[in-house]
Each structure stands twice: as C-alpha cells, then as structure tokens.
C-alpha cells in the first residue's frame, strides 16, 4: 500500500513553455501532497504543501505564479512550472500522507526530472 | 542551525561489513524520526520511522536505528551491508505533529565487492 505515482519520469523543455507534472496517490486518499525540488548531490526542500479542495500552501521563497499547485481530487495533486527557464531545471518531487492514522508519515513518488533548454 | 545533522557526506563501506549512519537533530523534544533511501534517478524510500515508545525501532531491509535522547541521535544501522545498499541516505524529522518534514543533507553510501 502507500504508493505515490508521478508522470512524466523526465521532460525536456524550451525555455519559455509551461510544463505540468502529476502526482498521484494509487491506492490511498491523500487530501494532503507536498511538492519538494532536489538539486543535484543535494536534499529536499519543501516547496508548497498542496490542499485538496483549497489552496496551496507555499514555502518562503517559492513563488507562488511561478509554480502553480492544484489538487483537485483526493488522488491527484498537479505542479505547474510556468514559463520555465533554466533555472527551473531539477528533480522534483511529490508525496502524500494518509488522511487519516498515521498522518505523519510521507510516501514519496519516483520524482521528475526536469530539463529547460 | 541545521535542524537535522548527518555528519558523514559519503561512506563506503565492504560488502559484509556492518553499517552506521549517524544523524543528529537540533529540536529538545522528542521530534518525529524517519530514515529515507534514495537510489540514482529514484523517489524516496522509507526505511523506517520513530515516533514514541521503543527506541530501537526495526525497518526494511534489514534496517534498524536507535532513538537516543541524550544524545539528540537517530543513527541507522545494519549488520552487514549488500551492495545493493548503496544510495542515499536521508534523515528526516518533524517537531511535533502536522509539523513538515525536514530532510539532513543525505549520506551517500557505496558498497566495495
């Protein structure tokens, strides 16, 4: 149980697109799924805490147009990277908690990595 | 100050061999623990976790770690290590409940034939 899902594995982009990347909670509810981004040989940092049914929750620092969160489902958490640019190049990923037991602990998905060109 | 410490940026160790991973957190109360692995290109891995009681606390894998508050320690062990082992580590905690996850900076481990 406890499986987080993410699409795509990788994307390649011109600079100036948008991308979306999904996370998905198989077989569990997640009312609750957060965003992190990893640069290389570095850790995760928190970028937004995404809400179903509300808005996210975003990290100081993180703006908020430039990353656009939507959770409109209890399985299904989007990120948006608007108007990307190389600087945006990174591992991101998602997780999500159980909405109820414990509701501590995060599973994770397999990440996304992200090329702007 | 960084709330979660791991000392050692990259270990290697022999194929056989035991294994500790040390990690260091900075909050005086007893905080929310977990053990992550990561290998190249992947997601996160729970490995295990600690929230109360026992303080030896066994995961997957083989894992275990050990809760000390004295010491303000969760390090990571196993008795002999595989060379399928070799990832990345993360410690990670959260101050009190509902709290978000703050990840060390990760130990890379590699594994000698």
């Known amino acids: 149980g406890a499986v987080v899902s993410q699409h795509p594995s990788r994307v390649i982009c011109k600079s100036g697109t948008s991308v979306k990347i999904e996370c998905r909670s198989l077989?569990?509810?997640?009312?609750?799924m957060f965003w992190y981004r990893q640069f290389p040989k570095q850790s995760l940092m928190l970028m937004a805490t995404?809400?179903?049914?509300?808005?996210?929750?975003?990290e100081q620092g993180v703006e908020k147009d430039k990353f656009l969160i939507n959770h409109a489902s209890l399985t299904l958490s989007t990120l948006t990277v608007t108007s990307a640019h190389p600087e945006d190049s990174s591992f991101y990923i998602c997780?999500?908690?159980?909405?109820?037991?414990?509701?501590?602990?995060?599973?994770f998905g397999p990440g996304t990595r992200l090329l702007v060109l | 100050a960084q709330s979660v410490t791991q000392p050692d940026i990259h270990i290697t160790v022999s194929e056989g061999a035991s294994l500790e991973l040390r990690c260091n957190y900075s909050?005086?109360?007893?905080?929310?623990l977990f053990w992550y692995v990561q290998s190249p290109g992947q997601g996160l891995q729970l490995l295990l976790k600690y929230f109360s009681g026992d303080t030896l606390v066994q995961g997957i894998k083989g894992f275990e770690a050990e809760f000390k508050r004295s010491q303000s320690s969760f390090n990571l062990r196993k008795p002999s290590v595989h060379w399928s082992d070799a990832a990345e580590y993360f410690c990670?905690?959260?101050?009190?409940?509902?709290?978000?996850?703050?990840f060390g900076t990760g130990t890379r481990l590699a594994v000698r034939p």
């Open positions: 995404s809400n179903e049914g509300s808005k996210a929750t975003y």
């Open positions: 990670a905690r959260k101050k009190s409940s509902g709290d978000k996850l703050t």
């Open positions: 997780s999500a908690r159980m909405p109820s037991g414990d509701r501590e602990t995060q599973y």
């Open positions: 077989d569990f509810q997640a009312t609750t």
């Open positions: 909050y005086g109360a007893t905080p929310y």
